[in-house]
């Protein structure tokens, strides 16, 4: 079963997120009890980059089932509007009329209604029904899974954060976020609807039966989703998965990728993970949320008993256990040095850009989507945790997880010491004079790197990112980068889902430029070694 919750915005556009119910009637009524935090920055009137986190809240006094005939699986509808989160009683936002008070609240939807409940042109038809159940049928064995190289090395990585929490139970938990484009497979570059749909907006029925397709299909193979909806740019779509443990959720966007790619093709689609397709549009990412739980309890949680460091100078003491706090501040410390865990292809940089609601600074902020670390606002202790908005999809999954797992472990080894979050965005010029940026070009990470390491190797030798990411593994790893380097170091052999001249072209340079580099930093690695 699917709840389809609809809302508007300040602009008149009907909104809706689409919310899988997995468990029966109890799902259904958390669902629909709970506020569910979008990005106001991307709704016009409803928020800053730099003070994001708004919520949709259902009216659960207007809830109805679709017919048959217009969804292919039972589907719930539900009128909902926008509350401030920040607002202990989920008062409506300030400046609205009673009457768009009412309407933005779900107390008066006789024209949502109109539009959404009694639009009939939206009826699934014969093809529509047969696509869904070739999607259906998939089989795991089917699937084109990606490699994991690297699982080991996750695996080691994770141990350690094991070893310095002093405790068995240790998990590294998280939630990611795939954003991702369909295109039309014959041309490959034409964006499906394109033009036509704002973030979160109204779904075509065709769409929408493949995205629920995919979300039950998932749920078969073991994959838990937490809702679907309509990104930003023209036919870019996201995907939260549920929070899980580190490794298992690693197989688990492994086999959301295969899914998509299947579904698509059976609907005379492609889907596009690459970071920047076009210049002109925002570019897709891969958010990560993370928590650290012990004995099954969330340490990050300001309440946790488990989380506390005696006389730690707390920044977020509100808002984070004082051991959360340690783990993030190392975190965001070491990320410049280890950045090319998260971007490893030049496009990567292409999407790291000022005013497209991605992070160029490595700092951290409340509901601050301009930076890397974004405090997401929560609903509850449990639900406490560190969005990471750097990584793109491209990122070997396994490396970027051992990095969390590593930095984490250093922070309760160092209780390193945090800095205040950033207020306000980073993107406005002298709000940032003391923030480090990210690298700017596939180059600069792999210099930042080797420069990370040699200072680590001289002030901490028994830093636990050089006893993981050994000599042989980051050898391997560049070895892969440099192959892809010299594959792409000219505009027309660039791959083809980069559909922007200008990204192509862009992305060329930085290969050529980045091939020396490599070359340097495998030798450079590989007398280490010796």
């Avoid at 990606?146 to 002093?166: F, H, I």
């Avoid at 990320?335 to 865990?341: E, F, K, P, R």
Wanted: with cysteine; hydrophobic share 40%; glycine share 6%.
């Amino acid at each position: 079963m699917f709840i389809e919750v609809y809302f508007k915005g300040f602009d008149n556009n009907i909104r809706e997120v689409d919310l899988p119910v997995l468990k029966g009637i109890k799902d259904c009524v958390d669902a629909i009890s709970t506020t569910h935090n979008v990005d106001g920055s991307s709704l016009p009137g409803l928020g800053t980059i730099g003070e994001s986190d708004i919520g949709v809240r259902p009216g659960r006094e207007q809830v109805g089932m679709f017919e048959q005939s217009r969804r292919p699986f039972p589907t719930l509808y539900v009128f909902g509007g926008v509350v401030d989160r920040a607002d202990a009683k989920a008062k409506k936002l300030q400046g609205l009329s009673d009457t768009e008070a009412k309407y933005i609240d779900g107390t008066d939807v006789v024209l949502l209604k109109e539009k959404v409940v009694n639009n009939e042109s939206d009826a699934i038809d014969s093809s529509i029904t047969d696509k869904v159940s070739k999607i259906m049928a998939l089989k795991k064995s089917e699937l084109h899974l990606a490699p994991r190289p690297y699982k080991d090395v996750a695996a080691a990585a994770l141990e350690e954060l094991t070893s310095a929490m002093g405790n068995s139970s240790t998990k590294l938990n998280i939630g990611p976020e795939l954003e991702f484009f369909f295109v039309d497979k014959k041309d490959g570059k034409t964006p499906v609807q394109d033009g036509k749909i704002p973030y979160y907006g109204n779904i075509p029925v065709d769409m929408k039966s493949m995205m629920q397709a995919v979300l039950v299909k998932l749920k078969d193979l073991g994959v838990i989703t937490e809702k679907f909806h309509h990104e930003v740019a023209e036919g870019q779509y996201e995907i939260p998965l549920k929070v899980t443990d580190a490794l298992t959720q690693v197989e688990n966007l492994n086999i959301t990728q295969a899914v998509l790619e299947a579904a698509a093709d059976v609907f005379g689609l492609k889907v596009i993970f690459d970071a920047k397709p076009w210049g002109d549009r925002n570019g897709s990412g891969m958010h990560i949320h993370m928590s650290v739980s012990k004995n099954g309890k969330n340490i990050f949680d300001p309440k946790s008993s488990d989380g506390s460091i005696p006389g730690y100078q707390s920044h977020c003491g509100e808002t984070y256990s004082p051991q959360s706090e340690a783990m993030i501040a190392s975190m965001i410390d070491n990320q410049i040095s280890m950045q090319v865990l998260f971007n490893k292809v030049a496009d990567a940089f292409c999407r790291l850009t000022a005013n497209a609601e991605t992070p160029r600074e490595v700092a951290y902020g409340y509901c601050n989507r301009s930076v890397a670390g974004r405090i997401p606002d929560r609903i509850s202790g449990a639900a406490t945790r560190i969005e990471n908005r750097t990584p793109s999809f491209d990122a070997d999954k396994d490396l970027a997880i051992a990095y969390f797992a590593l930095a984490f472990a250093e922070g309760i080894k160092n209780k390193t010491p945090s800095k205040p979050p950033v207020v306000g965005s980073a993107y406005e010029e002298g709000s940032v004079s003391e923030l480090e940026k990210g690298a700017d070009n596939l180059s600069e990470v792999v210099t930042n790197f080797m420069a990370g390491r040699k200072k680590r190797q001289q002030a901490a030798p028994n830093s636990l990112f050089e006893k993981v990411f050994t000599p042989e593994v980051m050898i391997l790893y560049f070895e892969g980068m440099l192959k892809e380097a010299e594959s792409e170091s000219v505009a027309k052999s660039v791959n083809d889902h980069l559909i922007d001249p200008k990204i192509r072209e862009n992305v060329a340079k930085q290969n050529l430029a980045a091939i020396p580099v490599l070359k340097n930093a495998i030798e450079e690695l590989k007398m280490e070694k010796k």
